[in-house]
C-alpha cells in the first residue's frame, strides 16, 4: 500500500473516531460499544507507530472526547494566570535565586524563604468569590481569559460552594489544580489517554452531568484578585485555605537555602511512586507576599516563582537519519531521526541535535546507538554516542551550506561581543522568501503567545500551505471557507468553528502583534518596550518610511541587536506590504502604560551610578508601573536624570548641559509619592 492509500485510510478512522467521540461525550449517546470504540483506537495508535508520517490534531493520541464548541462564554482574568519558568537543576536554582537578590538589591547573605509546593499535573481553574459564594469558575485559557466552566467546576466535591468563615476575603479569586487520582484514574482509563487529559476533557464538558461522573480532584495552590484578605505570606495563605475548607497539597513546605531546596526535591521524587496523583516537579514561591509585590512578572512568567522539575529522563536508541529543520528566523537546526523509543511515557521519535558545532563535538553519525534525554516540557536531545556499537557503516553527517528549502546561501553571523561566529548557521532570506521559513512564521503568527488563534495549530497551517490557502499572515483572513468545507476531515462545524476563532482575534494588543511578526530578536518583552514607545500601529509603520531606527536607542532594553533586526524586517518590502494589509484587516489597540494617570505621567528618566535599597531593575519597574518612560541615552527628551552612588560624571555634564533635571534618589522617590 503507498502511502497516499495508507494516509486516506488513517483519515478514515480519525473521521470514524471522532463521530464517535461526539456521539459519547458530546451528546452523552454512545453508539458502538467500548470494545469496538478500542479496537478502533489501538488501530489509529498502531498505523502512527508504524508510518512515523502520520499526524493529525483529531488523533486519540494528540485529542481526547470531543472538543466542545461555542458552549463556553470567554472571560477575562482580572489577574493573568500566568505560567512559570523551568528549572531542571542546581545551576538553574543559583541564578533564580540571584536574579531575586539582584533585583531587590539585596547581597548574598541574604535569605530567600520559599514556599516549596509539588507540581501536579493537572489542569488549572480559577474560582471566583463574592461574599463567600462561588460564583464563576474558569478554565487557564491562554492566560489572559479562560472559559466560563462554573457549572463543571461546582460538580467537585472538594470546591466549597460557600464559606462562612468570618475572615474570608469579601471577593477572592482562589486557584488550584483539577485532577484525577492515579487509583480513580484506573477505572475509567480505557476511555482516556492519560489522567491530566481526562481531567481535562471532563470540565470541558457542555453537560455537567457528565463531568459529573468523573471523580474529579481540586486542589488549593494560590489566589488571583483578592479584597479584604490580611496575610503577609504563602504559606501563611495555604494555612488559610485548609481552613476554609479547601483542601491543600499534603507535602507542602516553607524552605531557605538552594541546598536544602535540592534535598527537598530529591526526598519527593523518590516518593513519586507512592503519592496518590501525579506531580512533575515542585514549585517555589518566594514566601514573602511584599517582596512578591516588588518582584512582579516579566513578560509571561512572575519572577518570584519558578517549576523545579523533576530529573531528566533518558533512553538509548539509534539514528535512522539527521534532517534539517528551518525556524522562523531562518536558523537551520539538525534534528536526528530516531527508532521510536519510550521515554517517561512519552514515544519520542526526533531529537534534537541543536547545531553542527554540537554533531562535530560529540561526532554524532548516522546510523549510531545513542543515549537520549528528554527532560519535563524540553525538546528531546542527544546527549552521547556509544561508540563501542558504532558500526562501519555509520555515516558522517554533511551540514548543507545552502538551505534546503529555497538554495540560498547559509551563514554564521559574526558575534561583536565574543569577536566569534555564531554557532547556529541561517539562511540568508528570513522574510517569507523562503518556504520553510514562511511556514514556521505563519505558525508564529498563530501561535499561543501571539494572535492564539483557536483550532489554528501547526498542523493545520503546513496543511493550507500544501493547498496554497495561506502564504502570508493576511491570508488568514481572507481565507475562502467555501474551499476548505469540502476538504477532506472539514464540515460545516469545524470551518464554522474555524471562522469564528479568526474572526474574534481580529483585535488585538500592539504589544502581541509585534510579538506575532517573528522579528528576530524581538521577544514578548521586546516588543513590549518598542509598543509602549511607539504607542500605536501607524507609528510602527512609519518606520518604514522615516527609517529613524536609531530613535529605537532611546528606549531603555533595546540595543544594537535589537535595533538591527528591526531595520533588517523593515527593509524587506514584503514584510511592508504584509503590515499594510493586517491594518485593513485588524484592530491594533494602542499601548497604554500599567498605571495611565501615575504621579510620572509624560515624564522620561534615566538612571546611573548605584541606588540605596533598590535595584536598577526595580527602579525602573516603579516607573513605568507609575506612567513614567525609560530612556537609554540623556538627549533633549529627557526630563529627569536620577542619580545614585557613583554616577557616571559624564553623563551628568551633558544634561546640565541640556537643562536636563539632575536629582537624588530621596527627590525622586517623592516624585512617587504625590497622589497626582
Known amino acids: 500500500m503507498n502511502n497516499d492509500l495508507i494516509k486516506k485510510d488513517y483519515l478514515k478512522k480519525i473521521k470514524i473516531i471522532q463521530k464517535y467521540n461526539k456521539y459519547y461525550y458530546d451528546k452523552d449517546k454512545p453508539i458502538i460499544t467500548d470494545q469496538k470504540f478500542d479496537l478502533l483506537k489501538k488501530e489509529i495508535i498502531d498505523l502512527e507507530n508504524t508510518y512515523l508520517f502520520l499526524k493529525n490534531d483529531q488523533s486519540p493520541t494528540e485529542s481526547v472526547g470531543f472538543k466542545p464548541s461555542k458552549n463556553f462564554k470567554k472571560i477575562k482574568h482580572k489577574v493573568p494566570m500566568l505560567s512559570l519558568g523551568n528549572a531542571f537543576n542546581e545551576e538553574d536554582l543559583i541564578n533564580f535565586e540571584k536574579k531575586i537578590l539582584n533585583f531587590l538589591s539585596l547581597n548574598t547573605s541574604n535569605s530567600i524563604e520559599y514556599s516549596a509546593e509539588p507540581k501536579i499535573d493537572g489542569i488549572s481553574a480559577s474560582l471566583i468569590y463574592e461574599n463567600g459564594k462561588l460564583i464563576r469558575g474558569l478554565s487557564r485559557g491562554d492566560g489572559k481569559e479562560g472559559e466560563d466552566i462554573t457549572k463543571n467546576l461546582k460538580t467537585i466535591k472538594d470546591i466549597p460552594q460557600f464559606i462562612n468563615a468570618k475572615n474570608f476575603p469579601s471577593t477572592i479569586d482562589v486557584r488550584g489544580e483539577v485532577f484525577i487520582q492515579n487509583n480513580d484514574f484506573e477505572k475509567i482509563k480505557n476511555k482516556f489517554a492519560n489522567p491530566r487529559n481526562a481531567a481535562s476533557g471532563s470540565l470541558r464538558q457542555k453537560d455537567p452531568e457528565i463531568t459529573k461522573k468523573i471523580p474529579l480532584k481540586f486542589i488549593a495552590y494560590t489566589h488571583g484578585f483578592e479584597k479584604g484578605m490580611s496575610i503577609n505570606t504563602q504559606s501563611d495563605f495555604l494555612k488559610h485555605l485548609k481552613l476554609w475548607g479547601f483542601k491543600i497539597n499534603p507535602f507542602n513546605k516553607t524552605i531557605t537555602g538552594v541546598n536544602n531546596l535540592i534535598s527537598n526535591h530529591e526526598n519527593l521524587e523518590e516518593k513519586r511512586k507512592e503519592i496518590k496523583f501525579d506531580i512533575d516537579g515542585i514549585v517555589y514561591k518566594v514566601n514573602d507576599f511584599k517582596l512578591q509585590k516588588r518582584l512582579g512578572f516579566a513578560a509571561n512568567a512572575p519572577r518570584w516563582a519558578i517549576a523545579h522539575k523533576f530529573s531528566a529522563h533518558n533512553s538509548i536508541s539509534q539514528i535512522l537519519n539527521i534532517e534539517i529543520q528551518i525556524g522562523r528566523t531562518g536558523a537551520l537546526t539538525p534534528v536526528a531521526k530516531?527508532?521510536?523509543?519510550?521515554?517517561?511515557?512519552?514515544?519520542?521519535?526526533?531529537?534534537?541535535?541543536?547545531?553542527?558545532?554540537?554533531?562535530?563535538?560529540?561526532?554524532?553519525?548516522?546510523?549510531?546507538?545513542?543515549?537520549?534525554?528528554?527532560?519535563?516540557?524540553?525538546?528531546?536531545?542527544?546527549?552521547?554516542?556509544?561508540?563501542?556499537?558504532?558500526?562501519?557503516?555509520?555515516?558522517?553527517?554533511?551540514?548543507?551550506?545552502?538551505?534546503?528549502?529555497?538554495?540560498?546561501?547559509?551563514?554564521?553571523?559574526?558575534?561583536?561581543?565574543?569577536?566569534?561566529?555564531?554557532?547556529?548557521?541561517?539562511?540568508?532570506?528570513?522574510?517569507?522568501?523562503?518556504?520553510?521559513?514562511?511556514?514556521?512564521?505563519?505558525?508564529?503568527?498563530?501561535?499561543?503567545?501571539?494572535?492564539?488563534?483557536?483550532?489554528?495549530?501547526?498542523?493545520?497551517?503546513?496543511?493550507?500551505?500544501?493547498?496554497?490557502?495561506?502564504?502570508?499572515?493576511?491570508?488568514?483572513?481572507?481565507?475562502?471557507?467555501?474551499?476548505?468545507?469540502?476538504?477532506?476531515?472539514?464540515?460545516?462545524?469545524?470551518?464554522?468553528?474555524?471562522?469564528?476563532?479568526?474572526?474574534?482575534?481580529?483585535?488585538?494588543?500592539?504589544?502581541?502583534?509585534?510579538?506575532?511578526?517573528?522579528?528576530?530578536?524581538?521577544?514578548?518583552?521586546?516588543?513590549?518596550?518598542?509598543?509602549?514607545?511607539?504607542?500605536?500601529?501607524?507609528?510602527?509603520?512609519?518606520?518604514?518610511?522615516?527609517?529613524?531606527?536609531?530613535?529605537?536607542?532611546?528606549?531603555?532594553?533595546?540595543?544594537?541587536?535589537?535595533?538591527?533586526?528591526?531595520?533588517?524586517?523593515?527593509?524587506?518590502?514584503?514584510?511592508?506590504?504584509?503590515?499594510?494589509?493586517?491594518?485593513?484587516?485588524?484592530?491594533?489597540?494602542?499601548?497604554?502604560?500599567?498605571?495611565?494617570?501615575?504621579?510620572?505621567?509624560?515624564?522620561?528618566?534615566?538612571?546611573?551610578?548605584?541606588?540605596?535599597?533598590?535595584?536598577?531593575?526595580?527602579?525602573?519597574?516603579?516607573?513605568?508601573?507609575?506612567?513614567?518612560?525609560?530612556?537609554?541615552?540623556?538627549?533633549?527628551?529627557l526630563d529627569f536624570l536620577i542619580i545614585g552612588e557613583k554616577p557616571t560624571i559624564k553623563k551628568i555634564s551633558i544634561a546640565k548641559e541640556l537643562n536636563v533635571n539632575v536629582i537624588n534618589q530621596d527627590e525622586w522617590i517623592k516624585m512617587l509619592n504625590k497622589t497626582s
Open 338 to 637: 530516531i527508532k521510536p523509543v519510550n521515554i517517561g511515557g512519552v514515544i519520542v521519535s526526533n531529537a534534537t541535535l541543536h547545531n553542527e558545532d554540537e554533531i562535530n563535538r560529540k561526532d554524532i553519525r548516522v546510523g549510531d546507538v545513542v543515549k537520549v534525554e528528554r527532560a519535563g516540557d524540553v525538546i528531546p536531545h542527544v546527549i552521547s554516542v556509544d561508540l563501542k556499537k558504532r558500526t562501519k557503516s555509520a555515516l558522517k553527517f554533511i551540514f548543507p551550506k545552502n538551505c534546503p528549502s529555497c538554495g540560498s546561501k547559509t551563514i554564521k553571523d559574526f558575534n561583536e561581543i565574543t569577536k566569534k561566529k555564531n554557532v547556529v548557521r541561517r539562511c540568508i532570506r528570513e522574510g517569507y522568501e523562503c518556504e520553510k521559513v514562511a511556514i514556521e512564521k505563519i505558525k508564529h503568527f498563530v501561535s499561543k503567545e501571539a494572535f492564539n488563534i483557536d483550532g489554528f495549530g501547526k498542523k493545520i497551517v503546513e496543511n493550507f500551505w500544501e493547498l496554497n490557502l495561506v502564504r502570508l499572515p493576511q491570508d488568514i483572513f481572507n481565507l475562502d471557507y467555501k474551499k476548505i468545507k469540502v476538504l477532506e476531515g472539514w464540515g460545516d462545524l469545524s470551518v464554522s468553528n474555524l471562522k469564528f476563532s479568526i474572526e474574534e482575534k481580529k483585535n488585538i494588543s500592539l504589544e502581541r502583534f509585534i510579538y506575532s511578526l517573528g522579528i528576530r530578536h524581538i521577544g514578548q518583552e521586546n516588543a513590549k518596550l518598542l509598543a509602549r514607545h511607539l504607542k500605536s500601529l501607524d507609528n510602527f509603520i512609519k518606520l518604514s518610511i522615516s527609517k529613524k531606527f536609531n530613535d529605537l536607542s532611546n528606549i531603555d532594553g533595546i540595543g544594537e541587536t535589537q535595533i538591527k533586526s528591526v531595520r533588517i524586517f523593515f527593509f524587506n518590502q514584503t514584510n511592508v506590504k504584509v503590515l499594510y494589509e493586517l491594518k485593513k484587516k485588524l484592530t491594533v489597540t494602542n499601548a497604554s502604560h500599567v498605571n495611565e494617570n501615575g504621579p510620572l505621567k509624560n515624564k522620561t528618566f534615566m538612571l546611573t551610578g548605584k541606588l540605596e535599597g533598590i535595584s536598577r531593575a526595580e527602579a525602573k519597574f516603579l516607573i513605568e508601573k507609575n506612567s513614567g518612560k525609560i530612556i537609554s541615552n540623556v538627549n533633549k527628551k
